[in-house]
């Protein structure tokens, strides 16, 4: 039986601890602040795909990760009792004029890229399921195969796993000196990583968000011109998110929200009366490669890194936690191309 240390409980610190504890490892997560400290502790959480089209090997295995989703999330509820806000509702998205022909391509595409799995159609905008949206041509894409889940409710549920399977979770920023040792620890491990190899590896992007009182727990998510609209499971509505590069505070929160919540009010007036209940700000952890950094930390025996989930964390933790897990325990490298240190 491995002993194996996570540095971070974030998802992919999570998702990784999980997956390790169910193949017999013991685990023991170190997080320096709470779980879900860092932009996994955040209120949007959409898991939606890739466009259809220009398929490639990353593009099929998010495909892969958002196939699998259901039984990931719903494996971990079972062990911990507590409800991640999985669902697998589709997404609604307004179509401009001069955009429709190439949504009616993406839906063609759809059927032979998604396997018959799911869904992406050209639909009346009266005819969509869920919160009613303003669509400036009439028409909206509506696909199956986008989900949502409740980061914060997420997080604890996968802790609340790990700890069902024996693992251990503790609070401190000093890793153990023996056994392997896997840094998931977000924006400022990135950081760490590019000053121990001398070049850049990745860094932050500030995301702010905004969460709504409003009850549409079966809707649909709403994606408009880089808005996402996510309606959860407890009465709530997330609206986010901003992406910025320079910034001086990562957890303050400023106007940006309020443009936030008025361009949400302009695609759904159903939710020009819901009540702000908070406003968020974080910083995702975004790799040169954008893609997700996997990989032994070079120079390091005995380290392993586990990050850059930026916008897509939620969605592909639980598959690239198996590739993780392959590596770490079994010496096996099956991460896929494009997320090794090779692509940064």
Not at 61 to 84: H, K, M, N, V
Not at 96 to 121: C, K, M, P, S, Y
Not at 295 to 316: C, E, L, S
Request: glycine letters at 12%.
């Amino acid at each position: 039986m491995a002993d194996v240390t996570i540095m971070g409980a974030g998802v992919f610190g999570l998702a990784l601890a999980l997956v390790c504890a169910r193949r017999g490892a013991r685990v023991h997560v170190i997080e320096k602040r709470h779980i879900g400290g860092g932009s996994s502790g955040g209120l949007v959480g959409a898991l939606a795909p890739h466009v259809p089209e220009n398929w490639n090997s990353k593009k099929a295995f998010q495909f892969d990760a958002l196939r699998g989703a259901e039984s990931f999330w719903g494996r971990a509820a079972t062990l911990s009792g507590i409800d991640p806000g999985y669902a697998r509702l589709g997404r609604v998205q307004p179509v401009t004029e001069d955009a429709l022909a190439l949504a009616h391509t993406r839906a063609g595409n759809a059927t032979d890229l998604w396997q018959g799995f799911a869904t992406w159609q050209v639909i009346r905008a009266q005819d969509a399921p869920g919160l009613p949206l303003v669509s400036p041509s009439g028409w909206v894409i509506h696909d199956t195969l986008s989900a949502r889940l409740h980061p914060r409710r997420a997080g604890q549920a996968l802790a609340g796993a790990v700890q069902a399977l024996g693992g251990k979770i503790s609070y401190g920023d000093a890793p153990p000196k023996d056994g392997p040792i896997i840094w998931a620890t977000g924006y400022e491990g990135l950081h760490d990583l590019s000053a121990d190899l001398g070049r850049p590896i990745g860094s932050g992007v500030k995301g702010q968000s905004i969460l709504l009182r409003h009850a549409s727990p079966d809707a649909p998510q709403i994606f408009a011109d880089g808005l996402h609209i996510v309606p959860h499971a407890d009465g709530t509505v997330a609206i986010g998110s901003t992406s910025e590069r320079d910034f001086a505070d990562p957890a303050s929160v400023d106007a940006q929200c309020d443009t936030l919540l008025a361009r949400a009010r302009a695609v759904c007036h159903a939710l020009q009366d819901a009540p702000v209940i908070e406003a968020w700000a974080g910083v995702r952890p975004r790799a040169k490669s954008r893609a997700p950094l996997l990989g032994a930390w070079p120079g390091r025996a005995g380290h392993f890194v586990f990050n850059g989930g930026f916008k897509i964390g939620f969605a592909m933790a639980p598959v690239l936690a198996e590739r993780m897990a392959d590596l770490v325990l079994d010496g096996r490298d099956t991460i896929p191309e494009g997320f090794g240190f090779s692509a940064v």
